[in-house]
């Protein structure tokens, strides 16, 4: 995990962080007032194959794992997110429609735009 460089491929952001378990790692996207910092913590760190975080932020909660597979003479990057945004309890139903026909498709958007990004640069 080259955290300094992850803003060549993950746009608007800037990561600094640590290796090893128990690091931490904070992520600062977005541009002036519309930027926020998502804090991890390394939960496992598996070099050069797993890398599992614990989301710790205000904003972004939950789970990430980056994963790397060697397929033969390839590699496979994985990268999954399973994400508790803060939403209060009493409106989590609607929010998660709305954010299953709203939030789910941007997110995806710009995670495939991110990843294509990230392909050219390996």
Excluded at 60 to 72: I, K
Excluded at 95 to 108: D, F, H, Y
Aim: glycine share 10%; net charge positive.
């Amino acid at each position: 995990m080259d955290w300094s460089r992850q803003h060549e491929w993950v746009p608007a952001t800037v990561v600094r962080g640590g290796t090893g378990v128990g690091a931490e790692v904070a992520a600062r996207t977005g541009f002036g007032p519309a930027a926020f910092t998502d804090t991890m913590v390394i939960t496992e760190w598996e070099p050069p194959r797993r890398c599992v975080v614990r989301h710790t932020g205000r904003v972004v909660r939950g789970g990430g794992v980056f994963e790397v597979a060697a397929h033969g003479e390839f590699s496979e990057f994985t990268w999954t997110e399973l994400l508790d945004l803060p939403v209060p309890a009493v409106v989590r139903p609607a929010a998660t429609a709305i954010g299953r026909w709203t939030v789910a498709p941007l997110g995806r958007l710009i995670l495939d735009y991110t990843l294509r990004r990230f392909a050219r640069l390996v």
